[in-house]
């Protein structure tokens, strides 16, 4: 039982680890400048240099991949600063060097280009308009799908059994955000 555990938290590491992974590179190759975009097209230079500085878009793309994983992480190398302590929060486990520990920390999933607030914050702003489209979708599935599972069982091998099985499969299809926009007043709350 513990191997098989075992092998299925690797597993699921491994996935994690590729997520960040592509998701991380899809950003990279994307022809769109960060620093363009809080800075706008006019920007001088100087100013482009200061952000990409700001946001560590001035190291190599695997020094920043190095940083994003450190970031990511629970467990995570950071300087021994105050500074560095209030940003991430840490609790220091034990020295590494000098100047760095290893820090048992929440994952930073630093700031936003566009707004420049944390994208922590960001998510903790959506999460009850998601939550309310998350519930109105599977109730009107758990509401369809009890009607339609009903009307194909009494119905067994009749056009109400084909037409409820092709509207469940056109449902299973759909995006589950589309039962959520036909409620009504659920656009007030997006």
């Known amino acids: 039982m513990i191997p098989y555990l075992l092998r299925k938290l690797m597993y699921g590491l491994a996935v994690m680890l590729g997520v960040v992974f592509v998701v991380f590179f899809l950003f990279n190759i994307l022809p769109v400048d960060p620093a363009r975009m809080t800075q706008g097209q006019r920007a001088d230079v100087q100013s482009l240099q200061a952000v990409r ?11 920043q ?4 994983l450190n970031d990511l992480s629970p467990l995570g190398i950071h300087l021994n600063t105050a500074d560095e302590q209030q940003r991430y929060g840490y609790v220091k486990l034990f020295p590494v060097s000098k100047s760095k520990v290893l820090a048992l920390k929440w994952p930073y999933l630093r700031r936003s280009y566009q707004t420049r607030k944390d994208v922590a914050s960001l998510l903790m702003e959506v999460i009850p308009n998601t939550l309310v489209l998350a519930a109105a979708a599977m109730i ?14 009494v119905n067994k091998d009749t056009w109400i059994d084909k037409l409820a099985i092709s509207f469940s499969t056109l449902g299973i299809s759909a995006p589950s ?8 007043g659920s656009l007030v709350l997006c």
């Not at 009107?140 to 069982?153: P, R, W």
């Not at 955000?177 to 009504?184: T, V």
Request: no cysteine.
């Open 53 to 63: 500085k700001e946001f560590g878009l001035d190291k190599p793309v695997p020094v």
């Open 65 to 68: 991949f190095a940083y994003y």
């Open 177 to 184: 955000f589309l039962p959520g926009l036909s409620l009504p």
């Open 140 to 153: 009107f599935a758990i509401i369809i799908g009890v009607f339609l599972g009903v009307a194909s069982a």
